[in-house]
């Protein structure tokens, strides 16, 4: 299902600070870097750490529209992100995997990397046991020296894994140590690669080595697969590149100028009075810090953007503020536009700012913007934005309560209206499914048959019979009567109860006007005793033999007998459940005639099929149609 968000147009952009994702920078990334990929190699988006920092649901979508054939992730979490958020494609885990993250790596169609032969194993085993093959690729250690198997016992391994039923090896990878800045170790570590990658490139799918730096100016004839990160993202590796390939940078930091003030000459600006002016200074207040990815070792080095002219930071980076030298900008005013990182001034690009504080690029990226939303561009216009907090949510890291909080906010944020939201959630969501601490169960096969029987000068005598499919709860169950609306509403919200009947008020509540037949659960009688109240008949239907049925789809009937009243004209079913498949049957005596019947189904189906015969009216959905709560028939004759 897609979103739908509010449009949002670049001016409007209210926030502190916030980051702005250009796809269509991306794009053109991925288009140049291509040209450089040897016929018929494939390349891999690398997705970790959150795409760089640049939101991995969104850049994995593109990429995919780009032609990517795997999306590459760190671990076992990102991936599942990526799963939960329907993205089918193939997914490879780069870092090594732990063994209690098999189960995850299998149940979401994960292709982990292999460097350890007990997990292999064991991977086998669970693979085994789920009846699957799972593939894998062998990582192998050509002299980064991390994580792998060191290449001189590669093809050792490789004929172990090969061994292992359940386990197919899809492929086979090194990882360069220095490919932006060391050619000679590269083709280095590339031949070591590929004197092994020969000897089994028949059995495997993908060999591959090769980063994305490592893609610019070197052929790995061998290879059919790249790895593709930092420059989708437009972001040099070095300066030698630059005439090589025309990469446009993907992410722009942006806030605004919170405040305006001066400080006078041989003042100091900030915490531990590291910097001084020699004259009086106006300087800009921006309202980000280190704690939005600014690094503290930008204090007294950083360069900021406003409006066209590049701007220094004086002092210390705060947790939560950065002050900048404005004296070179003419009407500068609170609220103007701050690029903080990313945009077209070259002092602001990444790989720039980076570099005066000899950090990476990397780095910078990966922890911009905890505090800022993403805004995804494309063609100019904002086509989708992404929340504050990096992580999205997995359901199952949450609590119930926070989940509800998450719907509550989910639904008012939908509905434009606050009140139809509120009516939603409480009346719909929580009483179903919160409050009443119900389990979601729904009786699926629904037949119900009234009976009316003109034996008495004031009543009609009712037979109902009712059979339905449902997991059965309990070793007994309840059918309820009552002659006020009022008492029989409390056997709405218990669970407990499978049928309610609401006697007409000028009947007398007694067991003579109301009783349950038979009851029977698979087959099996059930006891039922009356428990009186004097709101209402109780019948309780029970049988210890239930006890194997427990948790399991169940097959129940009920039989009663009732009575309702001549001069009434019209009787009202109510459907209080969901129900899959209904089927109403209204059969009454030859002094009726000239009957009708008026179904209110809710739902996706809300035109049941109505079929009068002599004597009997129907009205039923197709088996397979869901019908909601507060759907019902009136019967008038
Ligand atoms: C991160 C990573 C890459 C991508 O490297 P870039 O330099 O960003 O292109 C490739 N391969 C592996 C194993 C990685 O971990």
Redesign the pocket.
Known sequence: MTKKKKLIRLNEINERSWVEINLSNFSHNLKELKKHMQNKQFFMQ?V?ADA?GHGALQIANQAIKEGATIL?V?NVEEASLLRFHNIEHPILI??PSFDFEIEAIISNKLTPSIANLHFAKLLNEHAKEMGIIQSVHIKYDTGMNRNGIRIENALDFYQTIEMLENIKIEGI?S?FSS??DDKDFTQKQYLLFAEFASKVAQKVRYIHIA???AIIDNQFELCNLN??????YGVY?SAQLKNKIDLKPVMTFKSKIAHISTAHKNESVGYNRTHFVDKDSHFAIIPIGYADGYDYLLSDKGLVEINGSVCPVLGKISMDMIAIDINQVDNVKVDDEVILLGGNTTSTKVENLSALFNGSS?ELLTQIGKRAKRYYIEDGKINDYAPILRRDFIPRDFSDDKLNLIIHQAIQERINKQELASVIYHDVLRYFFIENDRDVSYRSDFTYNIKFIDNHINYYKVELNLSFDKILQNTYFIVACANNQANLESYFRRKDTEYRWLLDESIELDESKFSVSSAKVNGVFLDCFVAHNNKAIEVKCESDKLESFLNKLAHFEIKISTYYPKNKHQLSVYLSEIYKGVSIQFTYPESISNIDCVPIFSGRHRYPKITQNKGSITVASEKNDWIFPNSGVVFSY
């Open positions: 690398i970790k760089y590459g760190a780069l870092s990878f990882h490919s932006e980063n994305s730096s790895r593709i990160g930092l420059l989708s590796s990397y």
